[in-house]
T-cell receptor, first 115, second 114 residues
Framework: GAVVSQHPSRVICKSGTSVKIECRSL??????MFWYRQFPKQSLMLMAT?????????EQGVEKDKFLINHASLTLSTLTVTSAHPEDSSFYIC???????????FGDGTRLSIL | AQTVTQSQPEMSVQEAETVTLSCTYD???????LFWYKQPPSRQMILVIR??????QNATENRFSVNFQKAAKSFSLKISDSQLGDAAMYFC???????????FGKGTRLHILP
């Protein structure tokens, strides 16, 4: 089945650091990738949608300059949390889809902790 | 705007029994998809079942089945012969046919009692 690999699974870093999270589709080409944020005991909140070769589309209220998304190839999208602060601590999950209207395949998530 | 509502924050069921998780949604679209995702403590998102709105037949995957009532905009999940491994957070989700974005409900935490 379709596999999405997300790396790293856990990050702990100091305030002010920029953190990059990678999302890779291992056995399919992902035309679209999605980035979600999940606070403890809450649902997934869509942050942005990225299509290969074009700028990401951010959801309302998500800071573009804070959460930089790059989708440079059909198998890789990255989320960079710039100048991270404690309030950015959260669980970030990516997903990918090969074709429109196909089920999204999720990565295992990244737990980000900013000290 | 589309919304997904799960009115049961938590539920418990005895092992081997049957449990039904409720979900309602609101949309003006006629063509869409509905999903149930499972998120165990590992936090991995696992697709349990998928229903296409134009199909009247309820989707079934082994012990998991749905009751899809399009007119009532209801999409409940029935888990038969509950197992300890079914303990997880379950999210109901909606996806418009012409848009790949998924809208998730707030989730129902399911406890399995041995």
């Amino acid at each position: 089945g379709a596999v999405v690999s997300q790396h790293p699974s856990r990050v702990i870093c100091k305030s002010g650091t920029s953190v990059k999270i990678e999302c890779r589709s291992l056995d399919f080409q992902a035309t679209t990738m999605f980035w979600y944020r999940q606070f403890p005991k809450q649902s997934l909140m869509l942050m942005a949608t990225s299509n290969e070769g074009s700028k990401a589309t951010y959801e309302q209220g998500v800071e573009k300059d804070k959460f930089l998304i790059n989708h440079a190839s059909l198998t890789l999208s990255t989320l960079t949390v710039t100048s991270a602060h404690p309030e950015d601590s959260s669980f970030y999950i990516c997903s990918a889809t090969e074709y429109s209207n196909q089920p999204q395949h999720f990565g295992d998530g990244t737990r980000l902790s900013i000290l | 705007a589309q919304t997904v509502t799960q009115s049961q924050p938590e539920m418990s069921v005895q092992e081997a029994e049957t449990v039904t998780l409720s979900c309602t949604y609101d949309t003006s679209e006629s063509d869409y998809y509905l999903f149930w995702y499972k998120q165990p403590p590992s936090r991995q998102m696992i697709l349990v079942i998928r229903q296409e709105a134009y199909k009247q037949q309820n989707a079934t995957e082994n012990r998991f089945s749905v009751n899809f009532q399009k007119a009532a905009k209801s999409f409940s999940l029935k888990i038969s012969d509950s197992q300890l491994g079914d303990a997880a957070m379950y999210f109901c989700a909606y996806n418009m046919n012409r848009d790949d974005k998924i809208i998730f409900g707030k989730g129902t935490r399911l406890h399995i009692l041995p």
